[in-house]
């Protein structure tokens, strides 16, 4: 098992950066792919992005792409979220998850997909 453990939200201005980091318990971090999702106030939880356990492989939604990155450092059992020009709509609770891969290259985009989830940092983009 894995418990995910996220920091680095909060406040900031549109055009704004922030950068999420999700910390990782356990000695078996690089056998999971890992995922980065958001819930607005009113909507459902939907898919940001998703690295591979090798960190080779990298997916990004496209409301985000071209101004979120998602990375990860096995070493460091962490995976990370840049958001850089950070606009009004991407408030939101962010949320990690981590789902064991079968293979490097695996990268999983469904809630449903995941097994383990830490309990969110709130990101407030003001106008």
């Known amino acids: 098992q894995v418990q995910l453990v996220e920091s680095g939200g909060g406040l900031v201005q549109a055009g704004g950066s922030l950068r999420l980091s999700c910390a990782a318990s356990?000695?078996?971090?690089?056998?999971?792919?890992m995922g980065w999702f958001r819930q607005a106030p009113g909507k459902e939880r939907e898919f940001v992005a998703a690295v591979s356990r090798d960190a080779k492989r990298t997916y990004h939604a496209d409301s985000v792409k071209g101004r979120f990155t998602i990375s990860r450092d096995n070493f460091k059992n962490t995976v990370y979220l840049q958001m850089n020009n950070l606009k009004p709509e991407d408030t939101a609770v962010y949320y990690c998850?981590?789902?064991?891969?079968?293979?490097?290259?695996?990268?999983?985009?469904?809630?449903?997909?995941?097994?383990?989830w830490g309990q969110g940092t709130q990101v407030t983009v003001s106008s």
């Open positions: 998850a981590a789902q064991a891969a079968i293979r490097d290259y695996y990268l999983y985009f469904k809630m449903q997909e995941y097994d383990y």
């Open positions: 356990g000695r078996t971090f690089s056998t999971y792919a």
